[in-house]
C-alpha cells in the first residue's frame, strides 16, 4: 500500500523522518534506514555514496556516510541510534538507484537499533499521518521548484 | 545592529595549503561552537598553476598526471563536489563558510544561489550579464564563467565554494585535465573550449587586477547581506592547525589518490548530418554523465547544444532521462509544444526537425554513421536522433572500460577513413 502524490510515492508501511528525509523499515530491533522518494528527487543526480563500516556504532545525527549530488557533498546522519549490521554495496557501487528505485534496491543501510521504541516517536507513521505529512512536503518543495517537472 | 563577517585575502597558495585553509575556516562554525562573525568570506589565488579535483574523482582519470609531474603543477582534492579545475593567477578563489543555520535556505541551488549572487552583481558593475546555470556554474551568454561546489560537514558548517576565470590559458589547462578531445589539433581544441567557457578579461576586454575584482566581490557581500566586512588575516594558531591538517590529510596520498568504485570513462559518436558531421563526446561517472560535448564544423546551433551540455551534466545515463532532457531543451529552443516536439508523433510531425535515427551502421564495428533526413525548412536537430548519438558515445565509452579508464580517450578505428582531418 503506497500514498501516490502526482509521480512521488510514500510506501504506509514504513515511517519517515521529518528532519531528515529518511524512510525506516523496523523489523523487531533492525531497521532499514533508505531517502524518501522526495528528498532523493529534489538532490538531483546522485554520484557517489560511502557508507561507514559494518559494526560501527553511531548515536543519533552522527554520521553513517557521504554523498555527493549535483557538486554537493554531505553527509547522511542517521535519524536514530544503534549499530550498523548491513549495507548496501550495491549503492556504493551504483549510486544511481537512490535515485531509481529508493524503496527498493536503493536502500542505504541495516542497523540494530537500541531502544527502538522510544526512539520512533517522532517519526512519521500512519496512513493518514503519511498522507497529510507527504501531500504537505510534496506541495512545499513543487512550490519551490525542487522537483522535476514532467 | 548589522552583523559582521570575517574577510580574508590571500595570494599565491599551494593547493594543499588552499584547500585545507577553507577546511579550517569552518571550525567556527560547527554546532556549539561560538564565531564572532556571522560568515567568513575568503578571496584569494593559487600559485601558476595547481590542480584540483572534486570530492568523489578519481585523480588519474581526471588529470595527466604525468603532464603534472612535468610541469612541477601541485594537484589535490576538494572536499566540495564537481569536476576538474585548474587554478592560478588569473582564477579568483572564492570560499564562504558559515553556519548552515545562519542564513535561510533549504535547497543546494538556493545556497549556491545566495552566495553566487553578490557574485553576479558585481560582475554586472563591469558590465558582464551573468547568470546562474542549471547545473550550479555562473555563464555569460551561455559560457561558462565561474564554477561553484558546496560542502556541509556533519556538524553543520557550510563551505562554499566558486572559482571565477579572470582569464585563462586554454592550453596549459588541456595540457593538464583528462577530456575527451585530446586527438584534435591545439587550434580545434583551443577553439572548442572559448565557444565555452568565458573569462572576466575577454568579457571586459582588458586585464583586471585581483586588487579591482576583490574590492568589488566585496563591496557586494556587504550590500547583499547588509554586513560589515571585518578585514582580518589568517592568525599563527590558525597556521598551525593548517600545516597539520596539510599534514594529515590533504597532502596524504589516502586522501589524494582515493578511488570510487564507479569507473571513468570517455567515448565518442558521429553523426553525419546536413549540416556537416556532428561529433559527441562524453565523459561518464558510472551510470552519471559528466559531460557532454557535441561539436561540429559548423556554428549555427552552438547556443543550442552548449544548452544541451549544460543540462545534461551530472544527469544519470539514462536514455529516457537524456531524451526528456534534450527535447526540453529543443522545444525552449524553438518554442514549440511538446507535442510538435516527438520525434514519432503524427501530422505534426511535419516541423523543422531531422528525421533519421543516429544508429550503428551494420558491419561498421566502430563508427556510427547515419544520414538523417533533415526537413528542407530547417535545420534543427531531432532530440530522438540526437538522444541516441548521445547514448550510442555512451555505449562507446563503455565498450572501451579498459582503455578509457587509463585516463585517454577511446576512438572509433575508422575514424581517419571518414571524417575530416582535424
Known amino acids: ?150 | 545592529m548589522a552583523h559582521t563577517w570575517r574577510y580574508i585575502e590571500e595570494n599565491d597558495v599551494t593547493a594543499h595549503y588552499g584547500l585545507a585553509t577553507d577546511e579550517n575556516l569552518m571550525k567556527p562554525y560547527v554546532e556549539n561552537a561560538k564565531s564572532e562573525h556571522q560568515a567568513t568570506l575568503r578571496l584569494y589565488n593559487y600559485n601558476d598553476h595547481c590542480a584540483l579535483v572534486g570530492r568523489f574523482q578519481n585523480m588519474n582519470a581526471e588529470l595527466d598526471l604525468e603532464s603534472c609531474t612535468r610541469q612541477d603543477i601541485e594537484f589535490g582534492r576538494r572536499q566540495t563536489g564537481g569536476g576538474a579545475i585548474i587554478m592560478g593567477k588569473d582564477q579568483l578563489g572564492l570560499c564562504v563558510t558559515c553556519s548552515s543555520k545562519a542564513f535561510p535556505w533549504t535547497n543546494i541551488r538556493d545556497l549556491c544561489y545566495l552566495f553566487s549572487k553578490p557574485v553576479i552583481d558585481a560582475l554586472s558593475k563591469l558590465g558582464i550579464n551573468a547568470e546562474f546555470r542549471a547545473k550550479n556554474d555562473l555563464e555569460v551568454n551561455g559560457k561558462k564563467i565561474a564554477g561553484l561546489g558546496v560542502y556541509i560537514d556533519p556538524h553543520g558548517a557550510i563551505q562554499f565554494h566558486l572559482s571565477l576565470l579572470l582569464d585563462l590559458d586554454i592550453l596549459k589547462m588541456l595540457s593538464i585535465l583528462q577530456i575527451p578531445i585530446q586527438k584534435y589539433s591545439d587550434k580545434r581544441k583551443v577553439s572548442a573550449v572559448s565557444q565555452r567557457m568565458a573569462t572576466v578579461s575577454g568579457e571586459i576586454g582588458r586585464a583586471i587586477s585581483h586588487e579591482e575584482i576583490r574590492t568589488l566581490i566585496c563591496k557586494s557581500f556587504e550590500t547583499h547581506f547588509e554586513v560589515r566586512m571585518d578585514h582580518s588575516k589568517i592568525t599563527s594558531q590558525e597556521k598551525t592547525e593548517i600545516t597539520r591538517l596539510v599534514s594529515d590529510k590533504y597532502s596524504t596520498e589516502d586522501w589524494i589518490y582515493q578511488q570510487t568504485p564507479q569507473a571513468d570513462l570517455t567515448g565518442m559518436s558521429l553523426v553525419k548530418t546536413p549540416l556537416g558531421l556532428l561529433r559527441i563526446y562524453i565523459g561518464l561517472k558510472g551510470e552519471v554523465i559528466k559531460s557532454v560535448l557535441i561539436t561540429g564544423d559548423f556554428i549555427e546551433h552552438e547556443q543550442l547544444f552548449k544548452q544541451i551540455e549544460a543540462e545534461l551534466k551530472w544527469s544519470p545515463l539514462d536514455k529516457e532521462k537524456i531524451l526528456k532532457v534534450v527535447t526540453k531543451v529543443l522545444q525552449h529552443w524553438l518554442n514549440l509544444s511538446s507535442s510538435q516536439l516527438e520525434p514519432n508523433g503524427t501530422e505534426k510531425n511535419a516541423l523543422p526537425l531531422w528525421r533519421g535515427e543516429a544508429r550503428r551502421t551494420q558491419g561498421e564495428e566502430n563508427l556510427k554513421m547515419e544520414e538523417p533526413e533533415m526537413h528542407p525548412a530547417s535545420r534543427i536537430p531531432d532530440a530522438q536522433a540526437l538522444t541516441t548519438a548521445i547514448f550510442l558515445a555512451a555505449q562507446k565509452a563503455y565498450n572501451a572500460n579498459e582503455h578509457t579508464y587509463q585516463g585517454t580517450c577511446y576512438y572509433p578505428k575508422r575514424e581517419s577513413l571518414n571524417t575530416p582531418t582535424v
Do not use: C
Open chain 1, 1 to 150: 500500500m503506497k500514498i501516490t502524490v502526482n509521480n512521488t510515492e510514500a510506501p504506509t508501511d514504513l515511517m519517515y523522518d521529518p528532519d531528515n528525509g529518511f524512510w525506516m523499515k523496523a523489523d523487531g530491533n533492525t531497521v532499514r534506514i533508505g531517502l524518501n522518494h522526495l528528498t532523493q528527487e529534489s538532490s538531483g543526480t546522485f554520484v557517489a555514496v560511502r557508507l561507514s563500516d559494518i559494526g560501527t556504532s553511531l548515536k543519533k545525527d552522527e554520521s553513517f556516510g557521504s554523498v555527493e549530488a549535483e557538486k554537493h557533498v554531505g553527509h547522511f546522519n542517521i535519524p536514530l541510534s544503534g549499530k550498523i549490521i548491513r549495507k548496501n554495496e550495491k549503492v556504493v557501487d551504483n549510486p544511481g538507484l537512490i535515485n531509481n528505485d529508493p524503496y527498493g534496491e536503493g536502500w542505504l543501510i541495516e542497523i540494530e537499533a537500541s531502544d527502538l521504541e522510544s526512539q520512533v516517536q517522532n517519526f512519521i507513521q500512519g496512513k493518514q499521518s503519511i498522507l497529510d505529512w507527504f501531500e504537505s512536503e510534496y506541495a512545499k518543495m513543487n512550490d519551490k521548484g525542487w522537483l522535476a517537472q514532467d
